[in-house]
């Protein structure tokens, strides 16, 4: 079994919504959502702190997504609304490091695809 395990990726158009769930074994750590779109790098979209439920977002993503856990189910999720073709992307669910900082997580999921037509 896999650490990280992400689910509710999948295809919208313009202005839809999708939810994307992430199982970890525990919600000790700081935990966060990157995306990494066709020929770009992977980048910091939504992150909380498991104690204080602190949450930090991209500004592209601000208003639009919101990243919160269910401790019951040691889940993290990630409402996306308002999508649009600038968010297609691999989303991945990361544990284990800081803020939006790539280079500080340890724990990776192998991501979920995300497309949004125009």
């Known amino acids: 079994k896999r650490p990280l395990m992400e689910s509710g990726g999948g295809s919208v158009q313009t202005g839809g919504s999708l939810r994307l769930a992430c199982e970890l074994p525990?919600?000790?750590?700081?935990m966060a959502w990157f995306r990494q779109a066709p020929g770009k790098g992977r980048k910091g979209v939504a992150t909380?702190?498991?104690?204080?439920?602190?949450?930090i977002y991209s500004d592209d993503v601000k208003g639009r997504f919101n990243i919160s856990q269910d401790r019951s189910k040691n889940t993290i999720y990630l409402q996306m609304n308002d999508l649009q073709p600038a968010d297609t992307a691999a989303y991945y669910c990361?544990?284990?490091?800081?803020?939006?900082?790539?280079?500080?997580?340890?724990?990776w999921g192998q991501g979920t695809n995300v497309t949004v037509s125009a």
């Open positions: 909380i702190y498991p104690g204080t439920e602190y949450t």
């Open positions: 990361a544990a284990s490091g800081y803020g939006l900082e790539l280079e500080a997580y340890k724990l």
């Open positions: 525990s919600l000790r750590f700081n």
